[in-house]
């Protein structure tokens, strides 16, 4: 627990992607949950950079599966 808030305080809040919560419209702080997502995002970011190359529709699939992935748990 406590790594990953320290990570957060140092990298990741400026990775930080709330999720769409039509019924909390005014979250403005991440809970611990969107600090994990936001680090798990990041790291599979970071092991898919090898397909930067890549056509366009396949850096959408790549950005969905990334996006996939990080929330789940």
Known sequence: Y???VVWFHEHG??????????????KQWPSF???LTTLRR????????LAANCP????RTITQ???FLSLAG
């Open 42 to 49: 990041q790291s599979f970011e970071e092991r898919l950079a």
């Open 2 to 4: 406590s790594l990953i």
């Open 13 to 26: 809040h400026r990775h930080v992607e709330f999720p769409d919560r039509p019924w909390y419209p005014q």
């Open 33 to 35: 949950a969107d600090m």
């Open 56 to 59: 366009p529709s396949q850096k």
């Open 65 to 67: 599966l990334t996006s």
